[in-house]
C-alpha cells in the first residue's frame, strides 16, 4: 500500500496534496422500547484525495484504491478552478510512523450472538421498571485501518477502536413524562460496556424517580454543576468558540476570541487533548498527520490558545494543534475538538454546597443548543439547594446564558474530575466524530434558571 500511494504523489503540479485511505469495519445494534430494530456488521474500503493550488481545493473521494495518479489528477484539476490566493499551511515536521490500537479485550473476538445476548439483558432490565414508557438503547464498535501521505514527506499507518453502550429511558405518569440515560464507552476495551446492569437499573429508577419531582421556580440562582454536565458546558458552550475555521471566518468572533483575552478567575483551565488512554476521542496523529497532544484554550483565566488545521493555523500565524478530523474516507477533514475538559481546582463539593443559600444542584443532560455565545442546556437530574444541603429534586431544569458572562460568574472548581463515561459524538458541518467531555464540579455564581 505505501508504495502505490507514494508512487502516486509523485510529478504533481499543486502547492500540497494528501492522500488518505481507510479500511473500516463496524457493529450496530439497536432497540426501540423493547423491541430489536437492527443488529448488523458492515465494513467498507476507500480513500480520497486532496489538493491545494493557490489557496483552493480539490477533493475526489472513491472506493476502488487503483489508478490514484489519475485520482490525484483530478484533485489538483479541481483545485486549479477554484484557487485564486496563496495556500497557506502552516509547516509541519514529516513524519513516519506505524500506530497500532492496544485491545485490552478485543470486540471483534466477541461473537455477534453474545454482543446481542447482553444488550437483550440490558433490555429486559429497563423494562422490569415500572412506569418505563419507552427505552432506546443501542451498542456499537468499530475499527479503522487509516493509511495517510502527503506531499511534504508524511507517511503514516495509524489504527483507532471504539466501544460504545448508550441506554435513554423514558417515564410517563399520565402528561408528566421524564427520561434519564446511562452510556458507556472505550477506544481500548469491550469490558467497559459489561456488567452495567446495575447502572441500566438506576437510569431507568432515576427517570421514574423524577416523576415526582416539582418544576423550579424560574429567575437567576446559584447553580452547581456536576462533572458531566460541567464537560458538556465546555465542550458545546466554549469548545465549539474555540474552533480556529469559526474564528477566523467570523469578524465578531475574531474581535471577542483574542489571544490574552480574561475570561474568568485564575483558578479556571480549560484544555482539549487527543492523547487521553482510552478515550473515543484520543488519537496519535490527525486526519492531517499532524500528532495530537494536549492544548489550553483557557489557563489561569486567560484565553491562550485555540484548535487548529493546517490551513487555520498557517492563516493565523498559530501553531498547529492536530484538530483536523473527518468521519470517513468521504469528506475532508474540519477542525473538531477531541476531548475537552475544565481542568480540577481546590474546591470541595461540600464546601461548595455551603456557599449556596438557595440555588440549583444540575446532574447530566440530555438536550441543549448554542448559537454563537447564547447557549440553553437541558438538566436530566436536578435538585434544589436550601441553606447548604441538598433539598427536594427538581424537574424540567433549564440553564441558558452567555457563555463569557458564565465563565466569569464561575467562582469555585472542584477538587474532583470525571471523564464523562458514555463518551460523546460531536456534529459539525453534517459530520459526526467521537469525542470526550470532563470536569469536576463547578459552581456558578448566578445562572438563569427556566421555570415557572
Known sequence: MRERIEEALKQHTADYVEIRIEETKSTGITYRGKDLEEVGTTTQLGGNVRAAVNGGWGFVSFNRIADLREKVSQAVSQARLVGNEKTELVEVPP???VVHVAMQRDPWQVPLAEKKRLM???VEEIWRTP?????TVGYGDGYRKQYYANSTGTYIEQERGRVTARFGVVARDNGNVQQSRAGFASSEDYSVVEGRHADVREAAEKAVAMLDAQPPKGGEFMVILDS????VFAHEAFGHLSEA?????NDKLREIMVLGRTFGGNFLNITDSGQVPGLTGSFAYDDEGVPTGKQYLIREGELVGRLHSRETAGKMNEAPTGNARAQSYSVPPLVRMRNTAIEPGETPLEDMLAEVKDGVYCKNWYGGQTSMEMFTFSCMEAYA????KL???LRGVNLSGNVFTTLENIVAVGNDFAWDPAGGTCGKGGQSA???DGSPHVLISKCLVGGQ
Open 131 to 135: 412506569k418505563i414508557q419507552t427505552s
Open 228 to 231: 458531566t454536565l460541567a464537560g
Open 434 to 436: 467521537p469525542v470526550g
Open 95 to 97: 513524519v513516519q510512523d
Open 245 to 249: 475555521d469559526h474564528v477566523y471566518e
Open 385 to 388: 439547594i436550601r441553606d447548604g
Open 391 to 393: 433539598a427536594e429534586p
Open 120 to 122: 437483550d439483558s440490558y
